[in-house]
């Protein structure tokens, strides 16, 4: 059974990203060839970063404008996704039947990638023809938009936005007045472990995360294979709060403190969280909570559930991405009513069912998952809640110089954890 975030192609994450430790990271070679319009930024400085506390109203150009009002979806067209791979396994194949049916028209996914880095380093050859941007990630919103490789949206095709998505996420300060974006899902990133296997009550315990230093686990220690994930959790375990940080010292320590802990318990990296802790495989794994709604479905049976506990911290690591129209869409008015259909509290909700992640909308709530069968009752504290997003640590853009920085520590660590494997 595919998964969201499990890719069917043999070049994962970590291939991609020990290929870019000798350059820089799409991102920064994006903005480094990229013809900046001096009304985004003024010139020589950096893209603006957006921040809870530094929103960020992107800019729009006369070259890349959004669609009129009262246009008619495109008839019989055939609307292009460009999304993860497997194309089925971070949306519904059910609510795509139904959209095809509703508008007359079929959904073909194109070219599914296995990382954001390589989905951005195809869209910058400038020949993918494609409607719909799925899951586009706001580690890397600047750098599209200042690239202008996706269009600006229309809101007047996007009622279900505003009478649905949670308010933060209507106008959020990454994309003030949601120009370019609207929301896909959300996400926490914590520990998860087989509580029948781990004798440690991990959440007494003054240092959480210390349980993948903890000898007593070698052999059983999994990470998540995601650089902002990985080196956020050494962040934030020694009280960095600032989890995009860009300070070199603190990016070494994060660095030093994980080739630490590929000493003490030799951690596999990886993206199968709900599955090796089902199979035992893994005792304890950084996981996603969308990772710990699916891992229902490897269970043997029913009751294996009740062995997987998860914590996640008030302040711990969360995430979300987006879905976006790119530019020169062959269909726009038809991808317009694809994000509308997708932002459906209805269709929402069967979409978060169905992947395990969740939509920030309101019908997707912890009592309507739980109630559902969605997420078992001792797994509710993976369900995200708005409130969480006030207290939680949002993974975000970087500049291109972080960004460099932040891959070249992840790339010595996955080295040092092959080299021990």
């Not at 520990?191 to 007593?216: K, Q």
Request: glycine residues 6%; aromatic residues 10%.
């Amino acid at each position: 059974m595919d998964h969201p975030r499990e890719r069917a192609s043999q070049v994962g994450r970590r291939d991609f990203l020990m290929g870019l430790a000798a350059c820089l990271p799409v991102s920064a070679a994006l903005l480094a060839a990229c013809d900046r319009d001096p009304k985004a930024t003024p010139a020589g400085s950096p893209m603006p970063l957006a921040r809870a506390n530094n929103p960020v109203t992107r800019p729009l150009f006369d070259s890349n404008p959004a669609i009129p009002d009262g246009l008619s979806p495109e008839k019989n067209a055939s609307l292009r996704i460009y999304g993860w791979n497997p194309p089925s396994s971070y949306m519904s194949p059910r609510l795509v039947s139904e959209f095809e049916e509703r508008y007359g028209c079929s959904v073909r996914f194109v070219e599914p990638f296995t990382s954001m880095d390589q989905a951005v380093a195809r869209l910058r050859t400038g020949n993918l023809e494609a409607d719909v941007f799925q899951g586009t990630t706001l580690k890397v919103l600047g750098s599209l938009v200042d690239a202008r490789m996706i269009q600006p949206l229309n809101l007047a095709y996007l009622p279900n936005l505003n009478d649905h998505a949670w308010p933060q996420m209507i106008n959020p300060f990454y994309d003030v007045g949601s120009r370019y974006t609207v929301p896909y899902f959300v996400w926490t990133t914590g520990i998860a472990w087989r509580n029948d296997l781990v004798e440690t009550d991990i959440p007494s315990l003054a240092d959480p995360y210390g349980v993948f230093w903890d000898p007593a686990n070698r052999g059983h220690v999994h990470m998540l294979d995601s650089v902002q994930d990985v080196i956020g959790m050494a962040l934030l375990r020694r009280g960095v709060t600032d989890v995009n940080t860009e300070n070199p010292l603190l990016i070494e320590r994060a660095k030093d403190d994980l080739l630490d802990m590929v000493e003490a318990v030799l951690p596999k990296f990886d993206i199968t969280d709900y599955r090796d802790l089902l199979s035992g495989a893994a005792h304890v794994h950084l996981s996603w909570s969308g990772d710990m709604t699916y891992a229902r479905h490897y269970a043997s049976k029913p009751s294996d559930i009740l062995k997987l506990s998860y914590w996640w911290p008030k302040e711990g690591l969360i995430g979300s991405d987006t879905m976006t129209v790119l530019k020169g869409a062959e269909n726009p008015v038809l991808a317009h009513a694809f994000l509308d259909f997708l932002l459906d509290g209805e269709k929402a909700f069967a979409n978060s069912v169905y992947t395990g992640y969740q939509a920030p909308v309101s019908s997707v709530t912890p009592d309507s998952l739980v109630d559902d069968g969605a997420v078992p009752p001792n797994l509710r504290n993976i369900i995200v809640t708005p409130e969480d997003f006030v207290t939680g640590r949002e993974e975000l853009e970087l500049s291109p110089a972080g960004d460099a920085l932040w891959h070249a520590a992840y790339s010595e660590v996955l080295k040092a954890a092959e080299s021990v494997a």
